[in-house]
């Protein structure tokens, strides 16, 4: 039987790596998806390559209350309700030591990664049903330090007291909270910071990563997914407030 017959999930960066690969895996268990993110055409694109009637798009920038309101009330006028929001849409920011972060680099990370993540539980809780699942999408970096990533690796970090504190708060309606920290993931984001580590070795870079990981690879984006599918399912109906890791063995240190 399908994991998520009859269920209705709302994916923000839903044109993004991990989000498209969810929408897939997620469309193949039975449910109906929202994908959400602010560039129109690879949305587009998205939908089209998947090619289901049960996969709808609406453009929002999360970090902006109105459009948050906006993709949370299409949901609910599209398919009429909402059992599983992914609430996955993050930016990378650059690396610099923070004595030359550029502060409004830092303030899009924070308002993407944080506010984003933020406005999306606001707005989404009303409209979603008791029992529902929520997936916070934080990363190995809210675990554990990196430098010269000041911004990404503070908003991942606060990913994780978000997912804690609604975890408790939407606990009496039954709904679960948690969050997927996954490592490097072979998709674009480590493209561009493979670049920003060493910059013009990008190959150089991975290799040094896929080395810190025991696996010895990155994950690939259905790796995250299947994860992802996990804590939207009722295979993990007994499980809130905590974090997912997908990582190799990276962080078992």
């Known amino acids: 039987m399908s994991k998520l017959a009859n269920k209705v999930a709302v994916i923000t960066g839903g044109s993004g790596a ?30 089209s390559d998947l090619n289901s009637p049960d996969v709808k798009f609406v453009t929002a920038d999360v970090t902006k209350a109105g459009d948050v309101q906006k993709y949370a009330q299409y949901a609910v006028d599209t398919f009429g309700k909402v ?4 609430n996955n849409a993050g930016i990378e920011g650059v690396v610099k030591p923070i004595t030359e972060y550029p502060e409004d680099v830092f303030d899009k990370v924070i308002s993407v990664n944080v506010k984003g993540v933020w406005l999306g539980l606001k707005y989404v809780l009303p409209v979603m049903n008791d029992g529902g699942s929520i997936i916070n999408t934080s990363s190995v970096a809210g675990l554990e330090g990196t430098a010269n990533m000041t911004a990404y690796i503070t908003s991942k ?26 490592s490097p993931v072979d998709n674009r984001m480590m493209r561009s910071l493979e670049d920003g580590f060493v910059p013009g070795a990008g190959e150089a870079a991975k290799k040094s990563f896929e080395e810190a990981i025991p696996l010895k690879r990155y994950a690939t984006n259905e790796d995250i997914a299947k994860g992802v599918l996990f804590l939207a399912s009722d295979d993990s109906k007994f499980i809130t407030g905590t974090k997912l890791v997908i990582d190799g063995g990276m962080t078992m240190a």
């Open 18 to 47: 991990i989000g498209s690969a969810t929408a897939k895996l997620f469309l193949e268990e039975g449910a109906k998806v929202i994908l959400v993110d602010l560039n129109e055409d690879a949305l587009k694109k998205v939908t």
């Open 83 to 86: 059992d599983i929001f992914f």
């Open 157 to 182: 970090h606060a990913v994780i007291g978000l997912t804690r504190t609604i975890a408790l708060e939407a606990a009496p309606r039954g709904i679960r909270v948690n969050s997927v920290h996954p």
